[in-house]
């Protein structure tokens, strides 16, 4: 079987060709594609190298599957030549995820939207956008409670790891840590021993891209336009993975023990909740795997219904990478 990574000398992209060699497809035949600039560069993928080539020279190649961490604008471009090859096309930008057309999917939750999807394309071949890093894990350790209770609103807070805006922003935390002058910048301030509520772009209502994923997002993986949201992103100097505080009001009444026991039956999460203990989620914890971390349970007494926890998960593994080889997988078992 072929599979493209396309953007496959970023840092999500590199993360995916190690999730793959990790999860069973190291003999598979994977084409690396990136822009021009990378291409004749050599990369390690299981042991062997792969030479870069040309998102063109992938597309001609014809691979069953095409993995997209290579902005929006180029999966704008290329994933419908992709598709239209007979190429399934799982991307991980924003390009598609706002589509009505499109599948946004968290395998474990939704996968049912994509398999549709491919059922009904005259090819078998479709484009299936991979959510955003922070909605990701805040849906997966949402959805059993959804399912269960409904949730009516949610209120969040985000503490993200300066990773989710790619290898820049990591350098210039790296160099402000030794006291250089960065020689890039990913962000206008500084980021070590500092935080600022700004992810994404402004938009006019004030609200950042960040924030106003998380508002849609989460309302099309659990089709429900119902569900009010509001958010606040921070970005913080961490590297290991993002962290949410998240106050959740769901639509009727529960019990506390019963929504433990859902949250830790939750394929592909951790209930890490022993505050005694000095137990809770941490990106230390998170960082290189693939669960998604859930702790500090406790009903808000300030409002019906509704309760407060702390989600943590690698954005760049279960975030990003993970996720989208996730989807593939279930695909593949078609």
Known sequence: MKIAVVGATGLV???????????????????????????????????RRLTVVSVEEAIAACPRYAIFS????????????????GTTVIDNSSAWRKD???????????????????????????????????TIQMVLALSALQREYGIRRLVIATYQSITGTGIKAVRQLEA????????EKAYVYPIHRNLFPHGGDFQPDGYTTEEQKLVDETRKIFA?????????????????????AVNVELRRDYDLDEVRTLIANTPGVILYDEPASNKYPMPILAH??????VGRLRRDFSQPNSLNLWVVADNIRKGAATNAIQIMEKLIKL
């Not at 429900?224 to 949410?244: F, K, L, N, Y």
């Open 288 to 293: 290189h795997r693939d669960e998604v971390w």
């Open 100 to 134: 009505p057309t499109v599948p946004l999917v968290v395998p474990e939750i939704n996968i049912d939207t994509a398999t549709h999807a491919i059922k009904q394309s005259s090819n078998q071949a479709i484009i299936i956008a991979n959510p955003n890093c922070s």
């Open 70 to 85: 290579a902005g929006a604008a180029a999966s704008r471009q290329y994933a419908p030549l992709f598709a239209a090859a």
């Open 13 to 47: 992209g590199r993360e995916m060709l190690t999730v793959l060699a990790e999860r069973g497809f190291a003999q598979e035949e994977i084409i690396a594609a990136a822009s021009p600039k990378s291409i004749g560069k050599e990369i390690d993928f299981a042991g």
């Open 176 to 183: 402000e840590e030794q006291g250089l002058t960065p020689t």
């Open 224 to 244: 429900d336009p119902s569900i009010q949201i509001t958010a606040t992103v921070v970005r913080v100097p961490v590297v290991g993975g993002h962290s949410e």
